[in-house]
């Protein structure tokens, strides 16, 4: 049987199999970070700080790291965040105060402002334009894969041998992905030519705040907002409904699981013509499905739900992607994915201090919000920006070139 595309492309194979590691890092230590916290006297206030100061962290460097891997390459921005990650991870198991884990969430968001924008930036720069909502799919399998069984496992290793090995565990993974990114990637994603770090610095900072990008922004904004509002409480309110930590941990999986199964089908689709009406679609069930948690609350209805949600973020996740690069200017491909990622982690930043007041007033306040702001965002963003950019892209493949540029003009 033929191999996906992403996987006979060299670099995308090695960037895929890391994702997948860093994934399962993620996916061992997140659902039983906010309980072990709990467990060690943190308070549900404190908790929401830890989630806002990481997201802060990420909100005020995912730029400059973009702009960083724009002059140095690749490989060196996303080997370093790792080594960061592991060591904030190693550091969960001796912290036992509300300052130490707090502490320790900020340095894990200066780890992923320093690899996030660098990878994806990686991905835009060795995928042609029609292949990359093919390869962004690829790369958010990949991370499902390895959340796809860790937290499962996690549930297992936590109800046995306690928290900390999942730490240590994580800690040992996220080292390996960091070896693997310094020693593989350092020829495709290496320093860059002088020149083009020359014409990026060249590049204002004003340029990113164009119509076509704006919308992408507002999107990422909305995403993050309601991912903010969860980052803090999710594990918190499947405990409060009686789950198991194995049942904690499949909430996590079954998203991971139809992301992986609908990705290639998704990442086709966001390939195909016009994203603005998939991303409209998509967002809008997507934010159905984020109010029928809290109005649902039953264990197995979530764990239903998670599954809708992953099926739906393989076609929305990969078509915001794909467009987001396809607007970008590739001399400056990592600071607008930096901007993109900032944009994200403020509103995630907001949100992330507000889940906890709003879950203090009731369990399904901060599902209504996140629902809502995110349906409504969504339309501002795809009606007002990215609709008109991509149909004016499309009338301009049907007229001569001098009409094409002046309504490309217009639209910025």
Known sequence: MKRPWVLQHPTLRIVIGLTALAGTAVGLVIPFLTLAARDRGVSLEAIGVMASSYLVAQMLLQLPMGALSDRVGRAVPIALGMVVEAGATVGYTVADSA??????????????????????????????????????????????????????????????????????????????????????????????????????????????????????????????????????????????????????????????????????????????????????????????????????????????????????????????????ASVSDPRVMGRVQGAFSTVGMTGAAMSALLGPVLYGVAPVVPFLTGGVVLCLLTLVAVLRFIRPVEQAAQRARAVPAGTAEVEAAEVR
């Open 99 to 324: 300052w130490s884990f707090i502490l320790l969430r900020i340095i894990q968001g200066v780890g992923l402002a320093l690899l996030y924008p660098a990878l994806r930036a990686l991905i835009a720069d060795v995928t042609p334009e029609e292949r990359r909502g093919q390869a962004y799919a690829g790369f958010g399998a990949a991370y499902t894969t390895g959340l796809l069984f860790a937290p499962l496992v996690g549930g297992i290793v936590a109800e046995t041998v306690g928290v900390n090995a999942l730490f240590l565990s994580a800690a040992a993974i996220e080292l390996l992905v960091a070896i693997g990114g310094i020693v593989l990637l350092r020829e495709v994603a290496g320093p860059r030519p002088r020149i083009a770090a020359a014409e990026a610095t060249a590049i204002p900072f004003r340029a990113l705040l164009v119509g076509p990008l704006i919308g992408a922004f507002i999107l990422s904004f909305a995403s993050q907002f309601q991912m903010g509002l969860f980052a803090g409480i999710w594990s918190i309110y499947m405990d409060d409904l009686g789950a198991s930590d194995i049942e904690l941990g499949l909430s996590y999986s079954t998203f991971s699981i139809a992301y992986l199964l609908v990705a290639p089908i998704g990442g086709r689709l966001a390939d195909a013509g016009a994203r603005w009406r998939r991303l409209l679609v998509a967002n809008l069930a997507i934010g159905a499905v984020i109010v029928s948690y809290g109005v649902i609350p039953s264990v197995l209805a979530i764990l239903l739900l998670g599954f809708v949600e992953g099926a739906i973020a393989t076609v929305q996740q990969p078509s915001l992607d794909a467009y987001l």
